[in-house]
């Protein structure tokens, strides 16, 4: 059978992908690609492929970026999609639902037997999966996977978090053989290696005594969880688009964000809009828009502005002027028809919510050279080859 390593993390949106991503950047100095497999075990958001068949987003990540043989009809055997826990829940034969479940695991693990290693990728906080007994801890136990653990940063918040984690991976039995501890503020980093250290994790985590080992410190990435205006239009399902979603400027991720509130005559964009800002703009609001198309053309590429939200859009409001001015400036823009507290919201949320995307080719390098700087590789190869 092939090494198996899991992927597990303090919650959702910790990084696993990026840490599923890094590490198999790293094993492809070892091994042939083909030798390489992935499995997300259990998954949540789903893409439907263009035969019907749906698998995790996350699996269409690693095969678009890194692993581009990947058998996506295997990839994803346990799908807990909107409904799944209610349906399971209401079931009169819950025995049979968690059988099938798990057979479906098993086959596929079977289908990627002739892999060298396997890189499974865990769902959400350890617990994710439970209801059906394939947890994250249930599932690196049936696959007889050793576990890294991917941590935040800090050191009172770490350790509380690795004291509800790791102590409930130690209660399954299940043996957390590496950590990586991720979204670090790189000033804080040494701070973080006194205070937590492997021989403290070992002694009071370990589930046989065998050592736990620490094996990156991954300094936060700008704008690696920053979304672009590409991901940010699907958050509001009536806008109206002006210009090609494919083009390079969709996917620059923002810096921030900027709500435009100032009459035109006392709005002096370069002294209240940061570059690579989204900006939040009343539709109608031409004079203003001419100042910030007027101000993006005095930004270097690196620094241009990621999009404007237009607000407050009326249903068959005349938008064809401000459309082409953005178009003609390859800005970003959508016009929704949400006032400017509601689209600040839906905003607010996709960026605490952002995830890498298909066509984010730009952060995959980052994350390459992050593992590649910081990531011990031997200590892995040590630990898990």
Known sequence: MPIIIYISGFRQHA???????GIIS????IYNPEDIGYIKPVGQELFILEDGSKIDRDAMIIKDFILPTL???????????????KSFLSSEDKKSKITEYHNSLDEAIKTLSSKKIIIAEGTGHPGVGGIINLSNCDVSKKLNADVIYLAGGGIGKTLDMLEVDLTYFKF????????IFNKLIPEKIDEMKKYITEDYITEKFSFDGSKINILGWMPEIIGLNKPSMRLI???FLDAVIAGDPKEPEWSRPCTGVTI?????RNFIPSENIDPGNIIILSSYSIRRLKKILHYNRTLSSDRKLSGIIFT??????DIRKSKRMVIENKVPAIYVLEDTSSADEKLYNCIKNTKLQSWDKEKNSLIINAFKNNFDLEKFKACFL
């Open 26 to 29: 790293r094993l492809l100095e």
């Open 172 to 179: 399954k039995g299940v043996k957390v053989k590496g950590i």
């Open 312 to 317: 407050c859009t009326k249903t068959g409001e």
């Open 260 to 264: 435009v509130s100032q009459s035109h």
């Open 71 to 85: 058998n996506e009809k295997v990839v994803s055997p346990v799908r807990l999609g909107t409904g799944v826990t």
């Open 233 to 235: 239009k699907e958050s």
């Open 15 to 21: 990084g696993k992908t990026f840490t599923s991503l």
